[in-house]
């Protein structure tokens, strides 16, 4: 039987309604990339004037470098950055959990465990990112996911193995493995959910991480599967008219910036809001 961390007790509306605030930009931004190319005024190639239009009433961001409408690559740009982004980051934070609680349950296996880590961790993840799509370009996103969730475990790891050891050292794991639980039972019963808070908050850490490593990759191209429309190739392709027309290149680099740190933000609050419940 599990036993929590924390005594229980009702989340006071005061915290609730913070968590819903804290949510709200997220939740504009997602549904941003998300919805986007439903609301899009035009098509992608949809031309609005010549190279680098100034903002018109027509075309409320002006033109890129091709003279296309800025706002409807706006909005069609944002959805395949933001679903790599989330299978890396869940598949990050997946893997690190089971991995850190073993590390913490068994010190021989963990030691083994974090000795792999710090020898994963000697290349860094974006290095590691570009040396394989370079190598193998096409992997696609495929490849792109398995190396950015091998690179970005480890250091994960690391930390969920540090914030369970306290809970496996707990007398509610030793009688567990009294009652002769095995490890899979340990891992999912008794150790994640009493690591909540450390899960939410890897969690939208690892997918700042994963937004900065996805967004690299678009900006060099690698992989094209991402598409000619997304925010970071939006950035690279349109960063020589910046004088031009500034918002064809601060209006993507705002959207992957506000998208990453918002998330982030409500999941820290929602994780804090869990710790008081």
Do not use: K
């Amino acid at each position: 039987m599990t036993v929590p961390t924390t005594s229980r007790r009702l989340r006071s509306p005061a915290v609730s309604r913070r968590i819903r605030l804290s949510a709200l930009p997220a939740a504009f931004v997602v549904a941003l990339a998300i919805l986007g190319p439903v609301f899009a005024p035009h098509t992608v190639d949809h031309a609005v004037g010549i190279t680098f239009a100034e903002p018109t009433g027509d075309a409320w961001l002006g033109g890129d470098r091709l003279g296309h409408d800025v706002l409807s690559q706006l909005l069609h740009g944002g959805w395949g950055l933001l679903l790599v982004a989330v299978i890396i980051a869940l598949l990050v934070t997946g893997c690190a959990a089971v991995l850190g609680s073993v590390a913490a349950l068994y010190p021989s296996v963990g030691a083994w465990i974090e000795r792999s880590a710090d020898l994963g961790m000697l290349l860094p993840p974006v290095l590691a990112m570009l040396l394989f799509m370079l190598s193998w370009p096409e992997s696609g996103a495929v490849g792109l996911i398995a190396v950015c969730v091998i690179a970005g475990t480890p250091y994960t790891a690391r930390v969920f193995a540090a914030a369970a050891a306290g809970v496996a050292a707990s007398g509610f794991i030793e009688a567990a493995r009294g009652r002769g639980e095995g490890v899979a039972y340990l891992v999912a019963r008794e150790l994640l959910p009493n690591l909540r808070e450390t899960l939410l908050t890897q969690l939208g850490l690892r997918f700042v991480e994963a937004m900065y490593l996805v967004s690299t990759a678009a900006f060099l191209r690698l992989p094209t599967t991402l598409g000619d429309a997304n925010w970071a190739v939006m950035v690279r392709e349109n960063a020589s008219g910046i004088l031009l027309n500034p918002a064809a290149v601060l209006a993507p680099s705002l959207a992957i910036g506000l998208l990453a740190v918002s998330v982030n933000c409500a999941v820290a609050a929602f994780g804090r809001g869990r710790r008081s419940v």
